[in-house]
């Protein structure tokens, strides 16, 4: 087997084969994905009781075991003299401190924005009028404005030409936003739906031809699960210009079954039926009570509508509570003989018989009686035929 020299990074010569490198780096790899998802495993274990000192050790510890992992694949593979002599021609030991500063003030603003984001929770969560979702958009603007700032700061460390850079990414900032202004359109409508919120996560809405329950919105679309499981990814952006029914922002729903009653019985004694029946279900709520009333004269039956309202309205109680209402209304008008009568229609002819001349008037006048005659002879003849076949 083919050997090469391998050269860790002041600690002399060492010699490996092609196999024995490829079996080091990956458990190097291994061992260092290992750690990571442990530490992850743990941190959510631990949920909110972590606080900000212990986040940061933790991820100071990944964060060297990921350089400690770097350093052995870089000395297997004999590539410290070639890192080296990069380093050198960089002359990057002059920004050593600019560097040691970016790091501190990086992690100063993660440290920040940790803290803040412990703050916010703390007082919105004592307060009714902010919700999470608000609590959020709060702490994620917070969390943007610390890192720019952090960000202009570090580059401010490693140029002296701060305003040219800036005007720089100012050119390149339009340029993207030309080629990409269907993408910004959807992240702007993105931050207006954070702010304003509209609606939020778990609320029963409508768009379009769409209805279900939000299960996600972010800055590029808000998805939601129809009542026939499908998952429906809408881009923010169509949501700021179309019509939105929002079913469950208030906390209640009102809901209305129509029942025809026939024209013999009195529309005010179903009524009360009705509403008796309605309101002797459970979820239906009582204030404010069900209500029936009168809409129109069908076909076939004077027409009621049974309007009554229900708590946390979802899709599933809507259909339980509309069957029961249909279900215990029909019940109540059968025991009261009311009657839900069925379309109906009624076929008859005209009283006199339709005839039909064939010809002009000139030929009728000239023809005279023979005309007629003949037209009775052949009437009679057409008859005693039709009877004769008849019998």
Same mark, same amino acid.
């Given at each position: 087997?083919?050997?090469?020299?391998?050269?860790?990074?002041?600690?002399?010569?060492?010699?490996?084969?092609?196999?024995?490198?490829?079996?080091?780096?990956?458990?190097?790899?291994?061992?260092?994905?290992?750690?990571?998802?442990?530490?992850?495993?743990?941190?959510?274990?631990?949920?909110?009781?972590?606080?900000?000192?212990?986040?940061?050790?933790?991820?100071?510890?990944?964060?060297?075991?990921?350089?400690?992992?770097?350093?052995?694949?870089?000395? /297997?593979?004999?590539?410290?003299?070639?890192?080296?002599?990069?380093?050198?021609?960089?002359?990057?030991?002059?920004?050593?401190?600019?560097?040691?500063?970016?790091?501190?003030?990086? &992690?100063? !603003?993660?440290?920040?924005?940790?803290?803040?984001?412990?703050?916010?929770?703390?007082?919105?969560?004592?307060?009714?009028?902010?919700?999470?979702?608000?609590?959020?958009?709060?702490?994620?603007?917070?969390?943007?404005?610390?890192?720019?700032?952090?960000?202009?700061?570090?580059?401010?460390?490693?140029?002296?030409? /701060?305003?040219?850079?800036?005007?720089?990414?100012?050119?390149?900032?339009?340029?993207?936003?030309?080629?990409?202004?269907?993408?910004?359109?959807?992240?702007?409508?993105?931050?207006? /739906?954070?702010?304003?919120?509209?609606?939020?996560?778990?609320?029963?809405?409508?768009?379009?031809?769409?209805?279900?329950?939000?299960?996600?919105?972010?800055?590029?679309?808000?998805?939601?699960?129809?009542?026939? &499981?499908?998952?429906?990814?809408?881009?923010?952006?169509?949501?700021?210009?179309?019509?939105?029914?929002?079913?469950?922002?208030?906390?209640?729903?009102?809901?209305?079954?129509?029942?025809?009653?026939?024209?013999?019985?009195?529309?005010?004694?179903?009524?009360?039926?009705?509403?008796?029946?309605?309101?002797?279900?459970?979820?239906?709520?009582?204030?404010?009570?069900?209500?029936?009333?009168?809409?129109?004269?069908?076909?076939?039956?004077?027409?009621?509508?049974?309007?009554?309202?229900?708590?946390?309205?979802?899709?599933?109680?809507?259909?339980?509570?509309?069957?029961?209402?249909?279900?215990?209304?029909? %019940?109540?008008?059968?025991?009261?003989?009311?009657?839900?009568?069925?379309?109906?229609?009624?076929?008859?002819?005209?009283?006199?018989?339709?005839?039909?001349?064939?010809?002009?008037?000139?030929?009728?006048? !000239?023809?005279?009686?023979?005309?007629?005659?003949?037209? %009775?002879?052949?009437?009679?003849?057409?008859?005693?035929?039709?009877?004769?076949?008849?019998?």
């Amino acid at each position: 087997m083919t050997t090469i020299e391998s050269a860790w990074p002041g600690t002399g010569q060492v010699a490996f084969g092609t196999l024995e490198r490829l079996g080091a780096s990956a458990a190097i790899i291994l061992a260092v994905f290992l750690i990571r998802y442990l530490v992850h495993r743990y941190r959510a274990s631990r949920g909110a009781e972590f606080g900000t000192t212990k986040r940061l050790v933790l991820s100071t510890a990944m964060a060297a075991t990921t350089a400690v992992g770097v350093l052995g694949l870089v000395g /297997l593979w004999g590539l410290g003299d070639q890192l080296l002599a990069a380093y050198g021609r960089l002359e990057l030991g002059a920004q050593v401190p600019n560097i040691i500063l970016a790091v501190i003030v990086l &992690g100063g !603003a993660y440290a920040i924005t940790d803290f803040l984001g412990q703050v916010i929770g703390e007082v919105i969560s004592t307060g009714k009028t902010i919700s999470s979702h608000q609590k959020q958009v709060v702490y994620r603007l917070t969390q943007l404005g610390i890192y720019s700032l952090a960000a202009l700061v570090v580059i401010g460390l490693f140029t002296d030409n /701060l305003g040219s850079l800036l005007v720089g990414a100012g050119f390149l900032g339009i340029v993207v936003g030309m080629a990409a202004r269907q993408t910004l359109g959807s992240v702007l409508a993105g931050i207006v /739906l954070m702010v304003s919120r509209p609606f939020e996560i778990g609320d029963w809405i409508q768009f379009g031809d769409y209805e279900g329950t939000v299960t996600e919105i972010t800055v590029f679309h808000t998805r939601i699960q129809t009542f026939d &499981g499908e998952h429906v990814t809408i881009p923010n952006d169509r949501i700021g210009n179309e019509v939105i029914v929002d079913r469950s922002r208030k906390g209640r729903l009102r809901i209305e079954v129509e029942v025809g009653i026939d024209y013999a019985d009195d529309p005010d004694h179903a009524a009360d039926v009705a509403q008796e029946a309605t309101a002797a279900i459970d979820d239906v709520r009582t204030a404010p009570r069900p209500k029936v009333v009168a809409k129109r004269f069908g076909d076939s039956s004077v027409v009621l509508g049974v309007r009554f309202w229900i708590d946390q309205p979802s899709a599933r109680k809507r259909w339980r509570t509309q069957t029961k209402v249909i279900s215990a209304v029909h %019940e109540a008008f059968s025991e009261e003989g009311i009657t839900i009568p069925f379309p109906q229609r009624t076929h008859g002819s005209r009283p006199n018989e339709l005839s039909v001349t064939v010809g002009s008037p000139d030929d009728s006048a !000239a023809d005279g009686g023979s005309s007629a005659s003949d037209s %009775e002879g052949s009437s009679a003849g057409e008859s005693g035929a039709g009877t004769g076949e008849s019998e």
